[in-house]
């Protein structure tokens, strides 16, 4: 213990020297070896953009027809891609690989909670999704009809992901921390004909059944035709006669012979929920030739990918787009092997990812920040316990990631010889946009970096016009781009008002604050409207205010996102009970129980203040820069345009009570 004491400590210090370097240079030696070493990809879309794509398009896609066209901006935000092509996604990730002889290469090495390792080849995994297709096409299923998917990090999820792009039946996956009653609100807005599920989930040794609780929550919904059920940790569950079916048994019945389907450039590939400034979360819409052209070509460059000699490692979950892009659609498209893990980092114990990075000799590892700086406080002691000498990139998605955490995980993860990207995207994007090619530019760490090829995003203010270097405005993108989301699923209105309503229809509205300094790199400084980024995960404030309230004992919540130093940023509710209620313990307890079961834990306000009122302006609105205030213990800005100014002096007496008694938290 005593060494590791020592140990932290030089760490410590010398992270504090590395904190004055301002730029980081590629690695020595690895410019010369990267795919890319200088900026002429990105000097190539300068000066033609459709030709730089296009280029794209025939060198990493297979196609049945090739496009004729490759960016319509007739009918602009409406933009289409590729017009003409034809191709299948399914194809593109597996048969291809497959056709050319290299079946017998791992496509995914997949490590269960419990240690159960499991690789499978581009061969196993081809079959199964033809298997799969075939068994979806048996119950009726067919082009066009959405499925949803709501599975934890099983093989089964990419196969089932395939099999419906296979067959051109838009996916809708929801991520596995969700509850039930999320997953009705999704396949009820999606009108979802399948749903594919499983028996249960295993978390940290505990098993949780998901079948049952979900069928208690779609008993009523007439549109879900089959259920097929993953059998995963024997917790057993009911099934439905002539509804429900056993994935397993459904995959055995089926031919293995499965022609894909062949599918227009703008065919819908899958829809991915994401939360907004309102309770209600937006379908993010994405199709298949543009969005394949995308993930495909950022996975390659970006991470300066060698199919045949990396094991690469996207340690997100499935059931968010960086799962869909980068751990699904473009290491497959690319031929890539990869690792799936099921578990958490923290189980058996703090050092499982450094045991997988060792076992797999993974060379490109892909998380977030909050990841990053959890086990900067469980300490260095964990990675050092493992040979990470592999790894030879680093890349972190989601949030800003402060310079502290950059230092640390290029130090004690990249051993000092891993250039860091630093990736901006978003669900919307569907690929990254922003980010250093790793042999080619310096990264700066805090920053993004700058605009890949083709992407043209600048900082603006309120007008719309550019702001000078280094100061802040509002981040927009002003042309299109292949892997853009093409609307919001049946709600065109609120895609063009959402995004291209503010600056006009040629303009997307990105939702970030940022600044760019004099030497274009693009500082991210968080979300501008009410979304809160905890832990690199999206949430509305106004969906986990409205399960608040849904709650039987509060009147009115309003929340705010408050800075948190291990999840970027942490939920804080302002609570107004009803009638003479009073706050308690158990009461909080309670709340943050039912937000639980109406969303997600994810979305379980860490810090309740009971608040006798809510500061409103004389129109009614909640004045949210005031609660940040008061959360974060600042001075109060101003006040006078409150109908009730007394309302703050009251709350800011109750955060005092609150913290001068030790309960702040
Ligand atoms: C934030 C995740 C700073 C940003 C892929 C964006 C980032 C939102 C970064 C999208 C980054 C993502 N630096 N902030 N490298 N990457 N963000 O849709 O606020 O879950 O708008 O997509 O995450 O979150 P989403």
């Known amino acids: 213990m005593a060494t590791h004491v020592a140990d932290n400590e ?83 990730c597996l048969d291809r690989h497959v056709e050319a002889g290299r079946g017998d290469k791992v496509a995914f090495h997949w490590r269960g909670e419990e240690g159960e390792e499991r690789d499978i080849t581009y061969a196993e995994l081809h079959r199964d999704v033809k298997r799969f297709a075939n068994a979806l096409r048996a119950r009726g299923i067919g082009k066009g009809d959405v499925v ?167 340690a997100a979950d499935v059931g968010w787009v960086t799962g869909h892009s980068y751990i699904v659609y473009a290491p497959l498209a690319n031929g890539a092997t990869s690792v799936i893990y099921e578990g958490a980092p923290d189980y058996p114990d703090k050092d499982i990812w450094w045991e997988i990075v060792e076992r797999y000799r993974v060379t490109i590892l892909y998380t977030a920040p909050t990841a990053i700086r959890a086990c900067m406080k469980w300490g260095a002691e964990y990675p050092a316990a493992h040979d990470l000498s592999s790894l030879r990139l680093l ?27 630093d990736t901006w995207w978003q669900t919307e994007t569907g690929h990254i946009l922003i980010t250093t090619l790793p042999g080619a530019q310096e990264a700066k760490p805090g ?24 100061e802040q405005g509002l981040l927009v993108l002003r042309r299109p781009w292949p892997g853009m989301l093409r609307t919001l699923y049946k709600d065109d209105d609120r895609f063009v008002e959402t995004y291209y309503e503010r600056f006009g229809k040629t303009t997307y509205l990105v939702g970030d604050a940022a600044r760019k300094d004099a030497d274009g790199y693009l500082w991210i400084l968080g979300r501008v409207d009410d979304v809160i980024n905890v832990s690199g995960h999206r949430l509305s404030t106004a969906e986990i205010e409205s399960a608040c309230v849904s709650h039987p004992k509060v009147a009115e919540t309003a929340v705010i996102g408050q800075h948190d130093e291990t999840t970027g940023q942490a939920i804080c509710a302002f609570v107004t009970l009803e009638g003479d209620l009073e706050g308690s313990d158990e009461l909080t307890a309670e709340i943050r129980e039912h937000v639980a079961k109406r969303i ?66």
């Open 600 to 665: 997600s834990k994810i979305a379980r306000p860490q810090r309740i203040i009971w608040a006798g009122d809510l500061p409103k302006t004389r129109s009614g609105k909640i004045m949210r820069r005031l609660l940040r205030d008061i959360a974060e213990g600042r001075e109060l800005g101003d006040v006078t345009t409150l109908r009730d100014p007394t309302v703050m002096q009251q709350l800011e007496g109750k955060v005092h009570e609150r913290q001068a008694s030790g309960g702040g938290d």
């Open 395 to 421: 890349g972190t998605v989601g949030e800003p990631i402060n310079p502290k955490a950059w230092l640390w995980y290029h130090k004690v993860v990249g051993g000092e010889r891993c250039p860091i990207v």
């Open 148 to 314: 949803g998917i709501y599975l934890p990090m099983v093989p089964e999820l990419p196969v089932a992901m395939l099999a419906c792009a296979r067959i051109g039946a838009p996916h809708t996956v929801v991520f596995g921390g969700f509850s039930p009653d999320a997953v009705r609100e999704r396949m009820e807005f999606s009108d979802a004909k399948a749903l594919v599920t499983i028996d249960g989930a295993r978390r940290k040794g505990k098993t949780a059944p998901i079948k049952d609780a979900v069928d208690e929550k779609l008993a009523d919904l007439s549109s879900i035709e089959t259920v097929f059920v993953v059998e995963h940790t024997g917790v057993g569950c009911e099934m439905r006669d002539g509804r429900d079916v056993w994935f397993a048994a459904a995959i055995e019945a089926a031919d293995e012979d499965c022609e894909p389907e062949e599918l227009d450039s703008e065919h819908p590939l899958f829809v991915l929920y994401t939360s907004g400034s309102t309770a209600k979360p937006k379908g993010v819409l994405h199709t298949t030739a543009g969005y394949l052209v995308g993930v495909a070509f950022t996975h390659r460059y970006v991470f300066d990918l060698r199919p045949d000699s990396d094991v690469y490692w996207c």
């Open 10 to 92: 030089r760490l410590e210090r010398e992270l504090a020297q590395l904190m004055e370097v301002e730029k980081f240079p590629p690695p020595e030696g690895f410019r010369e070896r990267a795919l890319i070493g200088d900026l002429s990809l990105h000097a190539d879309a300068e000066r033609d953009l459709e030709g730089f794509w296009a280029r794209q398009a025939a060198e990493l896609l297979d196609w049945n027809d090739e496009p004729e066209r490759t960016l319509d901006e007739s009918n602009a935000p409406f933009y289409k891609w590729f017009e003409g092509g034809r191709l299948n996604a399914s194809y593109n």
């Open 447 to 470: 920053s993004a970096g700058t605009p890949l090829p083709g992407i043209a995003a600048a900082v603006v203010d309120e007008e719309g016009n550019e702001v000078a270097d280094d």
